[in-house]
């Protein structure tokens, strides 16, 4: 049973990983790239697909915090 358990984590934790990762990658590039994207009028999209992966991230974590918290992973 904690070899499922173990499993199961690590099929849900490398996804949320990635999603961080496409996170710091997407703000880097937003960042460097802002006046270029400010001048074709792109940046307030860039921004609210940021703030969309931030918010997807924040959530996947917390509901595999909470799985675990449950005994459920």
Do not use: H
């Not at 070899?3 to 990762?21: D, E, G, S």
């Not at 802002?34 to 992966?53: A, D, K, Q, R, T």
Request: with cysteine; charged share 10%; glycine share 6%.
């Amino acid at each position: 049973m904690k070899l499922k358990n173990t499993k199961l984590r690590i099929a849900w934790i490398i996804p949320n990983v990635f999603c961080y990762l496409m996170l710091i990658g997407l703000t880097i590039f937003v960042v460097v790239n802002s006046n270029g994207l400010y001048e074709i009028n792109e940046l307030p999209i860039y921004v609210i697909l940021i703030l969309m992966l931030f918010i997807v991230s924040v959530f996947g974590s917390y509901q595999i915090w909470n799985w675990m918290k449950d005994g459920k992973m």
